[in-house]
């Protein structure tokens, strides 16, 4: 969506792309990524169209941590899962069976790749 930004951002044009942050709620300019004033109504009008800034952040194995009450990417040493950025002990609500998973994914990229060569 074409916002106004500061002056000088994109050259000597006043107007340049917006697109909407949903997580922090913000509009952010594309080319100097400045967050820019908008109304509900402009927000909510990106959202729809969706000019929205895209996050890929799907990870290999991320649960939820009990603990520190975000989602992060986890390790298996056998029975236990540890979280990567995790301070302190870790809980997580899954079964024996995705953990049983977990360690079985290793084993068979490596199997794999033996078999190639």
């Keep these: 969506m074409l916002i106004n930004c500061k002056p000088g951002c994109s050259g000597k044009k006043v107007t340049t792309e917006g697109s909407l942050d949903v997580e922090q709620d913000e509009v952010v300019c594309t080319f100097c990524n400045e967050v820019i004033p908008a109304s509900k109504f402009t927000k909510m009008s990106m959202k729809r169209q969706g000019d929205v800034i895209k996050r890929d952040n799907r990870k290999s194995f991320q649960f939820d941590c009990l603990t520190c009450n975000k989602k992060v990417q986890t ?7 540890t979280g990567l950025n995790c301070k302190g002990s870790c809980q997580f609500n899954i079964s024996k069976f995705t953990i049983h998973a977990m ?15």
């Design 103 to 117: 360690n079985s994914v290793p084993k068979i990229v490596e199997e794999q790749s033996e078999e190639s060569e």
């Design 75 to 81: 390790i298996s040493d056998g029975d236990k899962l």
